[in-house]
């Protein structure tokens, strides 16, 4: 389904090392003892989700469009209640066509952006899903209370109950008082599942079913990978071999920075949901690898000079769909002004994926950057839910390789206090 490729990273012979570690860390998985155990149920979620559930997100969705001609659907959420579902849904629709149906917004505090999407909405019929599980988080709250005012100003308070779904906590949350005042239907993000890794749950569920995006089949992509990556041998298990491998480059090699690399624009979200999942899970107590991303061949032309010779604080995590789907080839032009006809006939893909092998080249031998390759065959559903699991796996045990609690964010909460404490002083 997805392969590893350690060639590149020059460490392939010292993985078999760990062997005794990952047998600790995979019992501490498996039977729950290891820190922050309680945030552990996405290890079997994707068998535990009901029919029941995955048929009601299906039915909203099907009532938004057939009976309210919904066309377009706003996501608030921030952190893990966007990034998820917008990079699989990039994944698979692709960037450009997905911003047709879906918006996502509660991302930032600006009001420029919200200005923006208001003109976007204009000609319109539009709902919203609200996900965040205390309800409390400032950036989508602010723009919950903002864009249901427009949405009320749009068709009424009492069209309102069919427009608005939650994806909330069962009990706990503010979203909840909505749901218990004005009947809005709620699905519930379960407590043993932290926001990074709920993109199996109807918070990546719902936007994604939105766009036409089977869930069915993304969860049995996620099913398949908890069969693959249910050995705690390394050899059969490449989601604990790039654990390893990125516990080496940090540990052995001093090595402090992983970028995350695409060569395509689908891909970009999968990086920004990266950079969270790794950044939060293992940015703790002074330890972990700094997650960076970049999209080649563009960012070459800008961090490229960096990459190749500037200090080799890092290693590349290569991303790369081996087959697109779609394509393009190189036509013939009988003026050649632009000398590009020795390419007629050859494909952007071909062309893309020598950009690969030269990169590759330069980096690896010219500029000695150790590079890790995860490559897949397909961007369907049954793949990203597969990708998915493979990188919770493996984060989780990069996690227990550094000895600390890979579901837990204490840091984050810090500025979340600053602010609502700047913004009730102020408005005294």
């Known amino acids: ?23 600790n860390i995979h019992q501490m998985i498996i039977n729950r003892t290891g820190k922050g155990n309680e945030m552990l149920d996405w290890y079997d979620w994707a068998k535990k989700i009901t029919n029941t559930e ?12 057939t009976i309210h001609k919904i066309d377009t659907l706003l996501v608030i959420g921030i952190g893990g209640s966007y990034l998820g579902s917008k990079a699989g849904i990039d994944f698979i629709k692709g960037s450009i ?15 420029s952006h919200y200005k923006q999407i208001e003109e976007k909405l204009e000609n319109k019929k539009w709902a919203i899903c609200v996900i965040s599980k205390s309800g409390k988080t400032i950036e989508p709250a602010i723009a919950f209370r903002h864009f249901s005012k427009l949405l009320e100003k749009r068709v009424g308070k009492a069209k309102m109950k069919d427009l608005i779904t939650v994806v909330t906590d069962q009990k706990e949350g503010l979203l909840n008082n909505f749901v218990n005042k004005y009947g809005y239907q709620k699905f519930v993000i379960p407590n043993g599942i ?7 749950t109807s918070v990546g569920l719902f936007p994604m079913a939105f766009v036409g995006i089977d869930i069915k089949k993304f969860l049995d992509g996620v099913k398949k990978a908890m069969n693959d990556f249910s050995s705690n041998k390394l050899k059969d298990n490449i989601a604990y071999q790039y654990a390893v491998a990125r516990f080496i480059f940090y540990k052995k090699w001093n090595l402090t920075s992983e970028i995350f690399v695409t060569y395509n ?6 990086g920004e949901w990266l950079k969270q999942l ?51 080839k190189i036509v013939k032009d009988d003026d050649n002004l632009d000398n590009l006809n020795y390419l007629e006939g050859k494909t952007i893909d071909y062309i ?20 890790i390759i995860i490559s897949f065959k397909k961007n369907d559903e049954y793949t ?20 600390i609690n890979p579901f837990n964010q204490p840091g984050v909460e810090i500025y979340k206090k600053n602010l609502n404490k700047n913004l009730k002083v102020n408005n005294n």
């Open 97 to 111: 066509r997905s911003n047709n149906k879906i918006i996502f917004t509660g991302i930032n505090i600006s009001g």
């Open 384 to 403: 990203l839910g597969y990708l998915w699991y493979f990188f919770f796996i493996s984060v989780t045990c990069s996690g227990y390789l550094l000895k």
């Open 352 to 371: 893309n994926k020598q950009a690969l092998r030269g990169v590759l080249k330069a980096h690896t031998e010219d500029g000695n950057i150790a590079n």
């Open 1 to 23: 389904m997805i392969k590893l490729n350690l060639k590149y990273a020059k460490i392939a012979n010292k993985i078999q090392k760990y062997q005794s570690q990952i047998d």
């Open 278 to 328: 790794f950044g939060e899970s293992e940015g703790k107590e002074g330890k972990g690898l700094f997650p960076n991303a970049v999209t080649y061949t563009r960012d070459l032309h800008s961090l490229g000079q960096f990459i190749q010779e500037g200090k080799k604080t890092f290693f590349e995590t290569i991303i790369w769909n081996e087959n697109r789907e779609e394509d393009i």
């Open 194 to 200: 932290g926001g990074r890794f709920s993109a199996i």
């Open 265 to 270: 624009e689908d891909l970009i979200m999968l």
């Open 54 to 65: 995955i048929n009601a997100i299906n039915f909203k969705i099907k009532n938004l469009k």
